[in-house]
């Protein structure tokens, strides 16, 4: 059982930045798929960005490619997105997600979610 806690959260300005993490205990962190996801109030959750075991692939939603970046540090356990440029739509709940499989990057279905941490993106 992989547990996974997202910190990094808060209030940002437009155009400002902010840098959300995730780190695991309980598994192999390696072994894992790992990904982002957000729900904004009233809506849906989305996929955000995603990186592979070894961080040989990476993809990220339309909504946030060239403003984002995923990346991963396995000798920590810990994944991270940056977030730049930000914008009053990237307001939401963003979850961190693991998947053992090797097939989450094309499927985008994750075992395993954190609690979520709240970005607020307000003037």
């Known amino acids: 059982q992989v547990q996974l806690v997202e910190s990094g959260g808060g209030l940002a300005q437009p155009g400002g930045s902010l840098r959300l993490s995730c780190a695991a205990s309980?598994?192999?962190?390696?072994?894992?798929?790992l990904g982002w996801f957000r729900q904004a109030p009233g809506k849906e959750r989305e996929f955000v960005a995603a990186?592979?075991?070894?961080?040989?692939?990476?993809n990220y939603a339309g909504s946030v490619k060239g403003r984002f970046t995923i990346s991963r540090d396995n000798a920590k356990n810990t994944v991270y997105l940056q977030m730049n440029s930000l914008k009053s739509e990237d307001t939401a709940v963003y979850y961190c997600?693991?998947?053992?499989?090797?097939?989450?990057?094309?499927?985008?279905?994750?075992?395993?979610w954190g609690q979520g941490t709240q970005v607020t993106v307000s003037s």
């Open positions: 997600a693991a998947d053992p499989r090797g097939l989450a990057l094309r499927d985008r279905t994750y075992a395993y």
């Open positions: 309980g598994g192999t962190f390696s072994s894992y798929d």
């Open positions: 990186i592979s075991r070894y961080g040989g692939s990476i």
